[in-house]
């Protein structure tokens, strides 16, 4: 009863806005509004402005728009049912476009004055659970509880957030199959980078040790509004955890951030430094991988890392 109290009032709303935007002529029902809605191309920007919307850069809003960039976003995260997280709804654009290809969209939007714009952007979407709140302070048990076992994540999220949320999915998430992300592109290139060159790093190796990451497509500043002062890029993170045998995880990350923790110093300082090892216990470590003693963490790949992991537990 109150889910159907929600919805009513949501295409209530929705109404109103399709009688005001539209002609009272051509929105008399709900039937119609939606019809409407699912056939046309709203104005955002007009929605925004008329909602009297301000943007606020604490959450680095910049929303996209394009009917046909959203479309081919859901073809990149290979939505053909199923579940699906969204975080960070915007004004529902994105949000929309799932609806039309997953069985089940859960989205959570941390700006509390979106939900207005909601409330209208949404309002024909019956499909859609939107959580106007901020996902980093739901446990990874509270939101897969809301998911299910099996969900795909789709995000449209801002630098400050990325690297705490794609390694909470990383660290913690047991039924997410992948990431769709759209991120600033400098992520992009961290995320896909390889070894020996200046963008891998620790997120590299954390990210490429558990799966397969594809960058799918660059996205000028210009398809964004408010336009950003950086392009972008969508990734997309298809999780295969056991593509290599990590003995302990949590080992494992710990000699992957040693590793780039001093990125100027070699592999044997940073050992010695993060585990406590004398300087020749390091060398003959590295030497049992088949290291050199002055190779630095950024020249190794991930099979490289799994197996200095794995060489640094058994002496632990």
């Known amino acids: 009863m109150r889910q159907s109290a929600l919805s009513f009032c949501r295409i209530n709303r929705f109404v109103q806005y399709t009688f005001d935007n539209c002609g009272r002529g051509k929105a008399k029902s709900v039937y119609t509004a939606r019809k409407i809605l699912y056939n046309r191309r709203m104005d955002i920007k007009k929605l925004l402005k008329d909602s009297e ?130 991120v600033q592109k400098e992520v992009a290139d961290r995320l896909s980078a390889r070894p020996s060159t200046k963008e891998y790093g620790a997120i590299t190796v954390a990210v490429q040790a558990v799966a397969d990451v594809e960058v799918t497509r660059v996205l000028s500043r210009d398809l964004f509004y408010p336009k950003p002062n950086v392009d972008s890029a969508v990734v997309n993170v298809r999780f295969c955890r056991d593509k290599r045998d990590i003995a302990d995880p949590k080992l494992f990350r710990k000699t992957v951030k040693c590793a780039f923790a001093m990125r100027r110093k070699t592999l044997v300082n940073c050992l010695s430094a993060g585990f406590g090892f004398e300087k020749q216990q390091a060398v003959q470590i590295l030497h049992g991988c088949g290291l050199e003693q002055n190779c630095r963490g950024e020249e190794l790949s991930v099979e490289q890392f799994v197996a200095l992991s794995r060489a640094i537990k058994e002496v632990l």
């Open 53 to 182: 919307f301000h943007f606020n850069k604490q959450f680095g809003q910049n929303f996209l728009t394009d009917e046909t960039l959203l479309e081919d976003i859901c073809s990149d995260a290979q939505i053909q049912g199923g579940t699906v997280l969204e975080i960070g709804a915007g004004a529902g654009t994105l949000t929309r476009a799932l609806c039309r290809h997953a069985d089940r969209v859960v989205s959570f939007e941390v700006d509390r004055n979106l939900q207005r714009i909601l409330d209208v952007t949404l309002a024909d979407c019956d499909n859609v659970r939107y959580i106007i709140g901020d996902i980093m302070k739901y446990t990874m048990e509270q939101i897969e509880a809301l998911c299910g076992k099996d969900y795909r994540v789709v995000a449209n999220i801002p630098y400050y957030l990325t690297s705490p949320l794609i390694m909470r999915f990383v660290e913690e998430g047991k039924g997410v199959r992948s990431l769709t992300l759209t």
